[in-house]
């Protein structure tokens, strides 16, 4: 298998923009997708398909797509998109890879 | 609206055996994969494998074959995970999720249960 590689943290005011990458090499074949875990809570999905959005997930999310890179983009950050972020994709054996996980602070 | 439910928190000794569940409703059951994801203290999420409860079809990541066994129970719309001797290094939160897998959706975990932790301490 393989490694999605994620920055530790990411500080973002209230009403700025967080951008936070997912690399590997992988990602140039394979989709990725992202999900929101806060303290205490199950994961929830936020980005499917590198760039869709499920339905009840704020507009303000949203997900790109560049080469080996996933980006998960919040734009307008409320305190309550304080959580980890963690992407996820597949290989070529049909397993599955999370990455290694952002937090995400609002300062 | 579609849930999965699963059992409740865990202690247990080193060596004991352990059968967790996971309970899925509001949708057809058997039609969807269902996947175990384990989460360490303050780690990232890791995929053990994957069950069909329709046929059984059961699929584990190399990390995780032969550590655990993970089922399904088409007839009451529940998984399992289980192990036959717990380690303390098996202490974490355990996730069903259910995993839609076709063109629509990708290869995603859409549904989460709300976990289960296990501590495993002598």
């Known amino acids: 298998s393989y490694e999605l590689t994620q920055p530790p943290s990411v500080s973002v005011s209230p009403g700025q923009t967080a951008r936070i990458t997912c690399s590997a090499d992988?990602?140039?074949?394979?989709?990725g997708y992202w999900y929101q875990q806060k303290p205490g809570q199950a994961p929830v999905l936020v980005i499917y398909?590198?760039?869709e959005r499920p339905s009840g997930i704020p507009e303000r999310f949203s997900g790109s797509s560049s080469g080996t890179t996933v980006t998960l983009t919040i734009s307008g950050v409320q305190a309550e998109d304080e959580a980890d972020y963690y992407c996820?994709?597949?290989?070529?054996?049909?397993?599955?890879?999370f990455g290694t996980g952002t937090k995400v602070t609002v300062l | 609206e579609v849930q999965l439910v699963q059992s409740g928190a865990e202690v247990k000794k080193p060596g004991e055996s352990l059968k967790i569940y996971c309970k899925g409703s509001a949708y057809n059951f058997a039609n969807y994969w269902i996947a175990w994801v384990r989460q360490m203290p303050g780690k990232s999420l890791e995929w053990m494998g994957i069950?069909?409860?329709?046929?059984?079809?059961?699929r584990y990541s190399p990390s995780f074959q032969g550590q655990v066994t993970i089922s399904a129970d088409k007839s009451i719309s529940t998984a399992y995970l289980q192990w036959a001797r717990l380690e303390a290094s098996d202490t974490a939160i355990y996730y069903c999720?259910?995993?839609?897998?076709?063109?629509?959706?990708?290869?995603?975990?859409?549904?989460w249960g709300q976990g289960t932790l296990v501590t495993v301490s002598s």
């Open positions: 996820q994709s597949a290989d070529s054996s049909n397993n599955y890879v």
């Open positions: 999720a259910r995993f839609q897998g076709d063109e629509q959706k990708g290869e995603v975990f859409d549904y």
């Open positions: 398909k590198d760039i």
């Open positions: 992988a990602l140039s074949k394979q989709y």
């Open positions: 069950v069909y409860p329709g046929d059984s079809d059961t």
